[in-house]
């Protein structure tokens, strides 16, 4: 009775266990994500239910309808173990259910996966050509390295077979075994020449062609001069005749023959170049070029960019190649087609290095795309433009970029701006031509323009008093003929805040020189913009939504910029003082009782400044701005689009070599001890700032020898001059820029630590605060500081300035209570700086390697990622066993990741002394 009643009870279930075409209409008949998801969850705990009772009737039929689940984002982990069961199944059906939930459920990571590999092994010594399919397909997607370095000698018998299908699998395999474990690289390395051989299908060329990639990008030392011959000939036999002989429909594409073989073999000849060039490669290259450059399509056009980008990196290529290929992309710019437009527009920027008179032959048509209607397009251009940009045609540019500038939305207006300041920065020689660049800009663009151009600008000013005289005089002209606009949306705030700003610092010079305008008629041309911003805030928050281009915050900051250029007008005015006081006090009154609390407090200030008795103490609370560092400031610029240019060329992109090297660190692994100097025997003591705990001491730091007395000043010769100068101090101190709070960037600017800080500064004590958090005024106008007690010299030096980030390492020796002993303990901090102010650092691993006389205690970093402009901290002390015979010296590898892309850098210290 009990066994019957289990039969119907599973009879039961198994009635109710839908096929998975029945699960997929029902899934799409949920009109909420609640029925959706009950009707997931009612299905997943039925497949529980007889994955527990051991159900095969319709195992296959439950993991197909997991799969389905796991790509609509519903945890499915419970169903692993059930794909693994049907992969060793004998059946071919369970066999490809299985496999398939295995590439879907699973990836390389996932330790379950190593359970598989005898199944896999078995399954690729089958006589079925279709299971060894399924088992290669298995190992071309999610295997790990250790399952590839087990298959890997049945791989290399599978590609001698003569069925080609098993070979091509089989050729993919191997190319993904030689990125995974780059040592068995020469095992595959010999076979290449004879999958290029004539005799195999188009598909096997193709694998093969990839496999030589691979090979080439990963390590090419495998490849002997005669293995790169013979593969350099068959190439380019291949190319020949697929170009001129092949006719396939099955794998022509618009009467292209093979597109895809004729890119992928045309790749291979632009790798194997870089390290074995020959003229029969260029010249197949260009063949190829040669007979798809008549008519123009998408396909074509793909191949065509294959052979340009050959051209252009193989060094045989002679100027008349170059040529040949920048009439390539002349056509390809030409093409009605968007997308053949912007490669075209892409690849050319990489030919300005080695033809910049040949690029700039097509300007006109570059020029064009700045009006097309493609905003990608348009992007390109200007791009294009910055590259190709020199000291003769750099003003026409310029006024291409600002009437874009006029013509584009503002999502993209602040892009463009930083292109053109770049381009002023750059190439025009003549402070004044650069300055007039600037205002039309903030004209144009107001709100758009970054606040670190406007400070870029105002420092431009600081250093030259003729363009001061010409600025005012310019902003002055156009406050005094142009009317505030009514419409709020109209009007710009940033210019008028900063045209405000020039006059109230450089007018009254200005106001002395001239015989025409003077400090009231300065006045006066600000009091009537003061006026319009003078009560309208209520109006301006409803607004904001509709138009979305003002903030309260620029509509304020006019009304304070306002007053107080009214307030340096009045106090540095001398012919018409008593007009200009006057006129003064009637303007301040009208904002004594204002609505804004800050622009009441400001206007009585100014009052009480205006009083008879404060008249000697009213020109040293108003004298004039410093001269602003702006040779620092415009580097910074020029550095910052030279980076988003260089990285839109792809001169940044780490080579897939670099990135799949079994050197490599991935960010944020912990616990991987790695040799700083890449050295295999290498034993290195490592800390990584992820991990709360001290870094174990190795023995025999940096070698494998037993030598008690190694010295770690042995493996310093090599090191070039830019790396002993890194552990350098630098004394210059780099004082604070009065300019920030003005622009409200003091927050981002002010969090930047020095280059390199001396030890007086460092020790210098910091302004107070009271309890309501402001700074004593007696810290800021040098009031004496309490007495310190006594600390002991600090060493303090840049050991890196790379990748915009920079890092100050400062040490400390600690008091030691016994001063004849040998062991002496420094306590240092690294100072990581972000000098970046568009992207942050999302996280960093800062790691240091000492040799065995020294102990290192590492401790965890003071966050996690570094903002925009911002700094972390990273602390560890070194203990020396023998510091009367050894100095204190370290390496240290700093990685991280900004916008999803990695950097890494590496520094030796060498003879830290305290």
């Known amino acids: 009775y009990k066994k019957t009643r289990e039969v119907v009870s599973k009879a039961k279930r198994t009635y109710?266990?839908?096929?998975?075409?029945?699960?997929?209409?029902?899934?799409?008949?949920?009109?909420?994500?609640?029925?959706?998801?009950?009707?997931?969850?009612?299905?997943?705990?039925?497949?529980?239910?007889?994955?527990?009772?051991?159900?095969?009737?319709?195992?296959r039929r439950n993991v197909q309808k997991l799969v389905f689940f796991h790509m609509n984002g519903y945890p499915t982990d419970f169903g692993q173990i059930e794909c693994l069961k049907l992969a060793a199944s004998h059946k071919f059906s369970d066999k490809r259910v299985g496999y398939l939930g295995l590439t879907i459920l699973l990836d390389e990571n996932t330790?379950?996966?190593?359970?598989?590999?005898?199944?896999?092994?078995?399954?690729?010594?089958?006589?079925?050509?279709?299971?060894?399919?399924?088992?290669?397909?298995?190992?071309?997607?999610v295997s790990s390295a250790e399952m590839l370095r087990d298959l890997e000698p049945d791989i290399a018998l599978l590609m001698d077979q003569s069925n080609d299908y098993i070979v091509k699998k089989s050729t993919l395999v191997a190319s993904r075994i030689v990125r995974k474990v780059p040592d068995l690289s020469d095992v595959f390395a010999a076979k290449i020449p004879s999958l290029l051989a004539s005799g195999h299908t188009p598909s096997v060329y193709h694998s093969a062609c990839l496999l030589l990639i691979s090979v080439c990008e990963t390590d090419a030392s495998v490849m002997t001069p005669e293995s790169f011959q013979s593969c350099v000939d068959l190439l380019c036999q291949m190319l020949i005749h697929t170009c001129e002989k092949s006719h396939n429909h099955e794998v022509d594409v618009g009467k292209i023959p093979n597109p895809f073989l004729q890119i992928a073999g045309i790749?291979?000849?632009?790798?194997?170049?870089?390290?074995?060039?020959?003229?029969?490669?260029?010249s197949a290259v260009l063949q190829a070029a040669k007979h798809l450059s008549d008519e123009i399509s998408v396909v074509s056009a793909s191949v065509l960019m294959e052979c340009v980008k050959t051209i252009r990196e193989l060094p045989c290529a002679s100027a008349q190649d170059i040529r040949f290929a920048l009439e390539i992309l002349e056509k390809c710019m030409n093409h009605k087609d968007n997308t053949i437009k912007y490669a075209a527009l892409q690849e050319l920027r990489l030919f300005v290095p080695l033809d910049p008179s040949g690029v700039e032959k097509h300007r006109e048509i570059i020029l064009e795309c700045l009006h097309h209607n493609d905003v990608s397009i348009r992007t390109r251009g200007m791009d294009l433009l910055c590259?190709?940009?020199?000291?003769?045609?750099?003003?026409?540019?310029?006024?291409?970029?600002?009437?874009?500038?006029?013509?584009?939305?503002?999502?993209?207006?602040?892009?463009?701006?930083?292109?053109?300041c770049y381009l002023v920065e750059k190439y025009l020689s003549s402070m004044e031509s650069r300055m007039r660049v600037y205002i039309r800009v903030l004209c144009e663009a107001d709100v758009q323009v970054p606040e670190r151009v406007l400070a870029n600008f105002l420092a431009l000013l600081s250093?030259?008093?003729?363009?001061?005289?010409?600025?005012?005089?310019?902003?002055?002209?156009?406050?005094?003929?142009?009317?505030?606009?009514?419409?709020?949306?109209?009007?710009?705030?940033?210019?008028?805040?900063?045209?405000?700003?020039?006059?109230?610092?450089?007018?009254?010079?200005?106001?002395?020189?001239?015989?025409?305008?003077?400090?009231?008629?300065?006045?006066?041309?600000?009091?009537?913009?003061?006026?319009?911003?003078?009560?309208?805030d209520s109006?301006?928050?409803?607004?904001?939504?509709?138009?979305?281009?003002?903030?309260?915050?620029?509509?304020?900051?006019?009304?304070?910029?306002?007053?107080?250029?009214?307030?340096?007008?009045?106090?540095?005015?001398?012919?018409?003082?008593?007009?200009?006081?006057?006129?003064?006090?009637?303007?301040f009154g009208q904002f004594r009782n204002h609505a804004e609390l800050e622009t009441q407090q400001r206007a009585c200030e100014f009052i009480v400044l205006l009083a008879s008795d404060w008249s000697?103490?009213?020109?040293?609370?108003?004298?004039?701005?410093?001269?602003?560092?702006?040779?620092?400031?415009?580097?910074?610029?020029?550095?910052?689009?030279?980076?988003?240019?260089?990285?839109?060329?792809?001169?940044?992109?780490?080579?897939?070599?670099?990135?799949?090297?079994?050197?490599?660190?991935?960010?944020?692994?912990?616990?991987?001890?790695?040799?700083?100097?890449?050295?295999?025997?290498?034993?290195?003591?490592?800390?990584?700032?992820?991990?709360?705990?001290?870094?174990?001491?190795?023995?025999?730091?940096?070698?494998?020898?037993?030598?008690?007395n190694f010295d770690l000043l042995t493996l310093g010769d090599s090191l070039n001059e830019s790396e002993q100068n890194r552990a350098e101090p630098k004394q210059a101190m780099k004082s604070v820029d009065p300019l920030d709070d003005l622009l409200g960037t003091s927050s981002n600017l002010l969090a930047l630590p020095p280059n390199a800080e001396s030890a007086s500064y460092s020790s210098r004590p910091k302004p107070q605060h009271d309890a309501a958090g402001a700074l004593d005024l007696l810290d800021l106008f040098g009031a004496p500081a309490q007495p310190q007690s006594p600390v002991s010299e600090a060493y303090s030096a840049q050991i890196l300035n790379e990748n915009q980030v920079q890092i100050l390492l400062t040490a400390k020796r600690q008091n030691e209570t016994n001063s004849e002993s040998s062991t002496q303990t420094l306590e240092c901090t690294a100072t990581l700086s972000n000098l970046n102010f568009n992207q942050s650092i999302n996280r960093f691993v800062l790691q240091v390697s000492v040799p065995r006389y020294i102990k290192l205690q590492l401790y965890s970093a003071s966050s996690s990622g570094i903002a925009m402009g911002s700094t972390a901290h990273q602390k560890f002390t070194l203990t020396n066993t023998l510091s009367n015979e050894k100095p204190f010296q370290f390496r240290f590898r700093l990685e991280f990741e900004r916008n999803n892309e990695p950097f890494k850098s590496e520094g030796f210290v060498k003879d830290i002394k305290c």
């Not at 600025?471 to 900063?498: C, D, G, M, W």
């Open 16 to 59: 109710v266990c839908k096929p998975l075409k029945d699960v997929i209409k029902e899934y799409r008949e949920c009109k909420t994500i609640e029925e959706e998801r009950a009707l997931v969850k009612k299905e997943c705990a039925h497949i529980r239910d007889l994955f527990r009772e051991g159900d095969t009737a319709f195992r």
């Open 111 to 141: 330790e379950i996966l190593m359970l598989i590999t005898n199944a896999l092994k078995m399954d690729l010594n089958e006589k079925d050509p279709a299971i060894v399919g399924l088992a290669l397909s298995v190992l071309g997607d």
């Open 267 to 282: 790749h291979a000849l632009r790798v194997v170049g870089q390290h074995y060039s020959t003229e029969s490669a260029l």
């Open 387 to 420: 590259s190709m940009a020199t000291s003769d045609s750099v003003a026409r540019y310029i006024d291409e970029l600002v009437s874009y500038l006029i013509r584009s939305g503002s999502e993209h207006q602040q892009k463009i701006v930083l292109r053109i």
């Open 463 to 536: 250093n030259s008093s003729a363009c001061q005289k010409l600025a005012v005089q310019t902003l002055f002209e156009y406050l005094s003929s142009n009317a505030p606009p009514e419409r709020i949306h109209l009007r710009k705030p940033r210019f008028v805040r900063t045209s405000i700003y020039v006059i109230g610092e450089y007018g009254a010079d200005y106001a002395a020189s001239s015989s025409s305008v003077g400090c009231v008629e300065l006045i006066q041309s600000i009091n009537k913009y003061l006026q319009t911003y003078r009560n309208d």
């Open 539 to 587: 109006l301006i928050n409803e607004q904001f939504s509709e138009s979305g281009k003002l903030k309260l915050s620029e509509y304020v900051s006019v009304r304070l910029a306002a007053l107080l250029s009214i307030m340096k007008i009045v106090s540095r005015s001398s012919g018409e003082q008593q007009q200009s006081l006057l006129l003064a006090r009637e303007i």
């Open 616 to 708: 000697t103490v009213r020109k040293h609370v108003l004298e004039s701005m410093p001269r602003l560092d702006y040779e620092t400031r415009r580097h910074k610029i020029i550095q910052e689009v030279q980076l988003d240019l260089d990285r839109g060329n792809g001169k940044n992109r780490k080579s897939s070599a670099s990135v799949l090297s079994s050197h490599a660190v991935t960010i944020g692994n912990t616990g991987l001890l790695l040799s700083l100097l890449d050295d295999d025997e290498d034993d290195v003591a490592v800390g990584q700032s992820a991990q709360q705990q001290h870094a174990p001491q190795l023995m025999d730091s940096f070698s494998g020898k037993n030598d008690a």
